[in-house]
């Protein structure tokens, strides 16, 4: 992603920003929809673009659960741990999931093969209707039991792969 780029998609938005600053988190998340996470080369167009250093935006970067600077899966499937969703079956969809995709039970991670990434989500608001999990930062569903959140993998690897990473 240059500077250009995510200065051209930044411009029609920055009338939504009272704060410039604001605009490094939507630069950053718009220059990982390429790849699905960003490089260090990513992150230094941004600089550029909105005119901070790029500490600063590495450390905007590093800061938010849904900004990748390391590569991840081509789907990321988040589950919430929140106690609402713990007393409702979280744990068992976790080690479902984790089992699943061959990933480590207590940090999670990405499949072998680079498809699917699982990770623990702190509170998705979907209280009522836990134990949920989120599909790329954006489609949130529950309740899930481990079935069917083996069934929702099983969907998501049979999709053909997304054309932008937006998460």
């Known amino acids: 992603m240059t500077a250009d780029q995510i200065r051209e998609y930044l411009e029609p ?5 009272a704060d410039p600053r604001s605009l490094v988190l939507p630069a950053l998340k718009f220059a990982q929809t390429g ?21 600063y935006v590495e450390s905007v970067a590093t800061f938010y659960d849904r900004v990748y600077t390391e590569p991840v899966g081509t789907r990321v499937v988040s589950v919430c741990v929140s106690m609402s969703c713990q007393l409702r079956g979280a744990d068992q969809v976790w080690e479902a999931l984790c089992d699943k995709e061959g990933v480590d039970h207590h940090h999670g991670g990405t499949s072998a093969d680079g498809r699917i990434t699982v990770q623990e989500a702190q ?5 009522d209707r836990a134990a949920c999990i989120q599909v790329d930062a954006e489609e949130t569903q529950g309740p899930h039991t481990p079935d ?11 999709a053909p792969d997304p054309d932008e990473y937006w998460r």
């Open 13 to 17: 938005r920055r009338h939504e920003f």
């Open 35 to 55: 790849r699905g996470y960003l490089t260090r080369e990513d992150m230094e167009a941004v600089a550029e673009a909105t005119g901070y250093s790029a500490s």
């Open 123 to 127: 509170c998705l608001g979907y209280c």
């Open 148 to 158: 069917s959140a083996r069934a929702l993998v099983d969907e998501l690897r049979a």
